[in-house]
């Protein structure tokens, strides 16, 4: 099983903007399609953002799209997510993941592997 470990949130204001990264240890890393999920106070889990095993293939949740990119680089067995014009509504634990898979527009984690989580808080 895969190790994942994220690391890069903090604190920032509306309109800023952090680059969170996840780094997997354990398995090959390009067998693994990547996603980033989060999580509110109070809140359910949510999808953020997806990519394919090359990278070539992205998809985001409605609520990001434009703002945040997702990418990975297999050579360092990372994936990151660039989060741009940060929003109070962004706050949350942040989640990398591995196989996530949809139904529908439905993304979700049924056999994955989850990192600890980073907290992205942004004030205004």
């Known amino acids: 099983q895969v190790q994942l470990v994220e690391s890069g949130g903090g604190l920032v204001q509306t309109g800023g903007s952090l680059r969170l990264s996840c780094a997997a240890s354990?398995?090959?890393?390009?067998?693994?399609?990547m996603g980033w999920f989060r999580q509110a106070p109070g809140k359910e889990r949510e999808f953020v953002a997806v990519?394919?095993?090359?990278?070539?293939?992205?998809y985001y949740a409605d609520s990001v799209k434009g703002r945040f990119t997702i990418s990975r680089d297999n050579a360092k067995n990372t994936v990151y997510l660039q989060m741009n014009s940060l929003k109070l509504e962004d706050t949350a634990v942040y989640y990398c993941?591995?196989?996530?898979?949809?139904?529908?527009?439905?993304?979700?984690?049924?056999?994955?592997?989850w990192g600890q989580g980073t907290q992205v808080t942004v004030s205004s």
């Open positions: 990519i394919g095993r090359s990278g070539s293939k992205t």
């Open positions: 354990g398995r090959t890393f390009s067998d693994y399609v």
């Open positions: 993941a591995t196989d996530p898979t949809s139904v529908g527009s439905t993304w979700y984690v049924r056999t994955g592997s």
